[in-house]
Structure formats: structure tokens, C-alpha cells
């Protein structure tokens, strides 16, 4: 599943003690991920079984964290592209748009395989590196 939202009082503290909790759950769960963030965007792929997941987004969907939540994405899969990361935080792919981008709702619009392909290539990249 693939979601975008906007960060509400967006800052260190708070992005931290999100990776952190989701991290604990997410391991408890079966839920493994990625979240892309930085001040004006959240993007987050979430993968798992569909009962957990189902949960979990119900929860993220009640955080007064971020507003404006649009699932952009829910497929089934085989193969999971982040299966040794409970939930990894990813805040430097985000110079692929500008403020502007962000501000006139172009991430908001991907479509479901656009979306999924930003994933595809943030876990390739972390491949590289294992
Ligand atoms: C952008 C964003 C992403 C989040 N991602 C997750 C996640 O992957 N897993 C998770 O358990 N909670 C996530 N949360 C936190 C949940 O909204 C919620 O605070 C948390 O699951 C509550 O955990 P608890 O029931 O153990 O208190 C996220 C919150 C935000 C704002």
C-alpha cells in the first residue's frame, strides 16, 4: 500500500519518535516499508499481511501528525521490495521534486505504478549498499 500525506508541526523530534514506533510495531506486525519524508510531504509504502496492514493504516490514518491523507496505491504482491527494513526513513530521494511540485499536489496525483515505481527504485538503491 502506498500513501501520501502532509506533515503537521513537521521536525526532528517528531519524525524520529514515528520511525521509532513504527519500527517496534511494524516487527510485531510483519510489517516491513519505507517511509519518504521531508518538511511538506510524507510518502510511505507499506507492505504485509492485509489484516495488519489494514490496521495500521487505520491508525496512521487517526495521527494528528499529518493531514490530507490519499492512498494513492494497494495492490498484492510476491515479492516484498523492503522485507529486511521494519520500517526504513528516507529523507534524501525527495530532491526529485521541488517545493513548487509539492505545493501544486504533483505527488498527490501519481498514479498507482508511478507511486510504486519511486519505491522500486529507493530499494534498489539500497541494494547496492548490502
Ligand atoms: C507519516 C506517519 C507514518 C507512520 N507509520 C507507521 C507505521 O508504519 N507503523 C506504525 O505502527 N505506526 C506508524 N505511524 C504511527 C501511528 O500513527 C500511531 O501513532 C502508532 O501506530 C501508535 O502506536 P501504538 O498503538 O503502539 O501506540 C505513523 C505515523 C505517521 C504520521
Redesign the pocket.
Known amino acids: 500500500m502506498i500513501y501520501v500525506?502532509t506533515?503537521l508541526g513537521f521536525n526532528k523530534k517528531?519524525?524520529n519518535s514515528?520511525?521509532e514506533?513504527?519500527?517496534?510495531?511494524?516487527k510485531k506486525?510483519n510489517?516491513t516499508?519505507c517511509?519518504i519524508?521531508r518538511s511538506d510531504l510524507?510518502l510511505?509504502y507499506?507492505e504485509g499481511p492485509s489484516k495488519e496492514l489494514e490496521n495500521?493504516y487505520n491508525?496512521?490514518?487517526?495521527?494528528?501528525?499529518?493531514s490530507d491523507i490519499i492512498k494513492l496505491s494497494e495492490n498484492n504482491t510476491k515479492r516484498r521490495l523492503f522485507a529486511n527494513w521494519?520500517?526504513r526513513g528516507d529523507p534524501l530521494i525527495t530532491s526529485m521534486w521541488n517545493n513548487k511540485d509539492v505545493m501544486e499536489g504533483t505527488v498527490k496525483k501519481l498514479n498507482s505504478i508511478e507511486a510504486f515505481k519511486i519505491f522500486e527504485t529507493v530499494s534498489r538503491e539500497i541494494d547496492q549498499f548490502n
Open positions: 500525506s506533515p517528531n519524525i514515528i520511525l514506533v513504527s519500527n517496534l510495531n511494524n506486525n510489517i516499508g517511509l519524508y510524507y510511505q507499506l495500521t491508525k496512521i490514518l487517526k495521527d494528528k501528525r499529518h521494519a520500517m
